[in-house]
């Protein structure tokens, strides 16, 4: 739990440094893995304030991401985890509605290293995700997305675990 708490403060005070050039958005996600956990996550984004390859078609673009998931499993694999991410997006051109791809690699750390049937091996976890969604003029945005976690082979087991949600995000 002290790996949780250190990696939240570390997350909080980047995520701050981030907030004040740009508003922050939340995100709430309601997922399942393959075996059935339901998966509940609230995050916090913020825009970077940069985009490339800006053409008619679309922009590259991206943002910052912080959540804390609960993996609801039975009771011996219920399980919470803290994550940091970049996230890339591109985003296609669009009046009202832009659809968009995202993809990024970041960090997370969970308070069991049991999830399922599946040994973590260590509590540190890299975060993989992959993801499409729309973007609506509102400041709101509906997606669908699909996140894996495993620590790369740093400690044995590397079991491992895929998250697939779908997730709303708004602007504050």
Sequence with gaps: MKKLLCLAVV??????????AQAADITFAVGQTSDSTMTYRI???SNW??????????RLTGYWDGGYTFWDGDKTSNNHSLSFAPVFVYEFAGESVKPYIEAGVGVAAFAHTELESNKLGSSFQFEDRIGFGLRFAGGHEVGIRAIHYSNAGLSQPNDGVESFALHYRMSL
């Design 49 to 58: 304030d940069a985009s490339w390859w800006q053409t008619s078609v679309g």
């Design 11 to 20: 997350a909080a005070a980047t995520l701050g440094h981030t907030f004040t």
């Design 43 to 45: 995050g916090v984004q």
